[in-house]
C-alpha cells in the first residue's frame, strides 16, 4: 500500500505506486513479508564475476555465496556508468547518470530530486550512511535525507572495519519496532587493493613481480595514460590483491550479519549487497575502471529479505537504477514523478516472470564518448557498444593508441607526431599490418588492408608526453600523435553469455541483432531532471581523489 508523501515531496511525487512494468497482482503470489529494516551495502569496485555466487572458482566469498542460498540473485545486474559518484547517485535516486546531470569532480545533486534516504525519512524511518568518503562525501548529496552520516577520508585496509562497525552501533541504537534504513559504503576492494596480510595469504597471493609499480590510483592512471608500463604478470598480481580484498569485505560483512543475527533483526530486515560498478586488469588494454565492457559494468545483486526461504535467480538484465523503486515498493512508500528504474520487487516472489529490459550504460572518458545497451533476446544477453572520440577541425589527438571502425581494403590518413618523432603501428583485426614514423610535418599514409568490409583497426604507439610539459600549452592531456581521414567512431556487438570477456565482435555477422540495437540506443536520451550543481573541494578532498587517481 502507497502512503502519503511528507508535504517537500509532494509535488515531485505521483499519485499512485503506478508507473514501472509489473505482474499482473491475481497471478502473482504475496511479495516478501514487509520488513522492519532496509540495509543497503554497496562495496565499490566489486565485479559480479568475483564473487563465488556468480560463478567464480576461487573462494573469495564464502559468506555471501552461504547467503544466496537463500536470497534473491539477480544474475546480469549493470551499473549506468564505471564512476563512483554518478553510479551511486542512479542508485539514490532511480535516475541515469544524463537525468541527474551529476558529473565528477564538483557536480552536485539538484535540491528538487528526491533521495532514497528523504524518502526513508519522510516516511518516519531512523536513517543512517557510513561511506569512506571521495567520491561518496555527503556534499554531493548523499548525505541529504539521512539522520546520521559519516564519509571519513580513506586510509585503506582499517576502513571496512570501521564503516560497518559503525552501521552496527546504529543498529544496537534503536528502539524496539523503529523503522530503519541504513546504508554502507566501503572502498576496501578499490585500488590500491591493500588485503590485510591473512587474506592474501588465503588466496594464496604471490610475491611482487620484479619491478611492478604498485597499484596506487595514481599508477594505474599513469598506465592507462601510457607513462607507466605495466605488464600481464604484475596485472595478475593486481588480480589477486583484488581478490584477496574481496575476501577480506565478506569476513567484514559475515561479521555485520553476526551482528544482525544477535540483535533479532534478521528475520526483519532486507539485505542488498550490490556495487557501484567493476574493475579491469588488461581484459581490454587498461587498468582500474575506465571502459563500458562487461568487467567494468556487471555488478552483483543479491536481496535477502522476509520470505524468501529458497535461492531465487532472476536472469533478466536489470540496473543500478532500479534500485530505489524496488526498495520504495517494498516498504509501500510514493515514487517519486520521474524515474528510469523499475521496481524489481515482484521478481523476488515470482523470479520466472518475464522481464524485458534494455539497461542503459555511457561513460566519458577523455576525449570522447562511450554508449552502451544491454539486453536479453532468445536465450542470449547481447551488448551494443558506440565508442566516439570527439574531433577537432584539423583531427583528432591520441594517447596511446585510438581504436576505431573502417570499412575498404585501404586505410587513408593523414598524422603529425607530438614533440618529436614517434614510430606508430597499424593495426587490423588485431594483427599489425603496418609501421609508420611521423615527424612534426603532416605526412599522409595509404595502408593496404585484407580485403574489404569491416576492420577494426588500432594505431598505437608506446608512450606519450603531457601537452603542459612538453607542448607548453594549458592542457593536461598525454598527446602522442594527431590524425585525420577516419571517422574515430567504433560499434561493437557482443553475446556475453557465450562470450563474456567481450573477445569476439559481431556485428558484422548479426546485421539484424545490430540493427535492432543500433535503434533501442538511437531512441534512449536522457534529458536532466534539475541542472545540477556544483561545489567547491576542500584540499582534504582533492588529496583523497588524487589518491584515489581519479584526479
Known sequence: MCRAAAPLFAALFVAACGGAPRPDPAAAPPRPAPSRGFVLVSIDTLRADRVG????????????????????????????????????????????????????PSGVLAAGIPTLPE???AAGYRTAGHSEGGYMAGGYGFAR??????????????????????????LRGLAPGERFFLFLHTYAVHDPYAPA??????????????GAPEPTGENLAAFNRGELAVDADTARWYSDLYD??????????????????????????????????????????RLAHTQI?????????????????APRRIGAPVGLVDLLPTLVDLAGLERPAVLAGTSLAPWLGRPELPLDRVVWAENDPPGGREESVLVRRDGETWQLLRARSEAEPDGFWVSRRIRFDHRGARLDFSAVAFAGPREVEVRADGRTVATVNLTGDWSDHAIPLPGDGKHAIELATPDCRVAREAGGWDDDRCLSFKVRGPAPDRVELYALDRDPDSTTDL???QPARLRELTAE?????????????????????????????YL
Open 53 to 104: 555466487a556468480w560463478g567464480y572458482g576461487r573462494p573469495t566469498t564464502p559468506f555471501l555465496d552461504r547467503l544466496a542460498a537463500r536470497a534473491a540473485l539477480f544474475e546480469r545486474a549493470y551499473s549506468p556508468i564505471p564512476a563512483t559518484l554518478p553510479a551511486h547517485l542512479s542508485m539514490f535516486t532511480g535516475l541515469e547518470p544524463g537525468q541527474h546531470d551529476v558529473d565528477p
Open 119 to 121: 524518502l526513508f525519512r
Open 145 to 170: 535525507g539521512f539522520e546520521v552520516w559519516t564519509d571519513s577520508e580513506y586510509s585503506a585496509d582499517s576502513d571496512v572495519e570501521r564503516t560497518f562497525g559503525r552501521g552496527a552501533e546504529f
Open 197 to 210: 596480510p591473512e587474506f592474501a595469504a588465503a588466496l594464496g597471493v604471490g610475491a611482487r613481480p620484479p
Open 244 to 285: 584477496a580484498s574481496v575476501r577480506q569485505v565478506d569476513a567484514a560483512l559475515e561479521r555485520l550479519w553476526g551482528e544482525i543475527e544477535r540483535l533479532g533483526l534478521a528475520d526483519e530486515v532486507t539485505l542488498i549487497v550490490t556495487a557501484d560498478h567493476g574493475e579491469e586488469f588488461l581484459e581490454h588494454g
Open 293 to 309: 565492457y562487461r568487467e567494468n559494468l556487471h555488478v552483483p545483486l543479491l536481496v535477502l529479505s522476509p520470505g524468501i526461504d
Open 507 to 509: 556485428s558484422e555477422r
Open 521 to 549: 540506443l538511437a531512441r534512449i536520451r536522457h534529458q536532466p531532471v534539475a541542472p545540477s550543481g556544483q561545489a567547491d573541494l576542500s584540499p582534504a578532498q582533492l588529496r583523497q581523489l588524487e589518491a584515489l587517481g
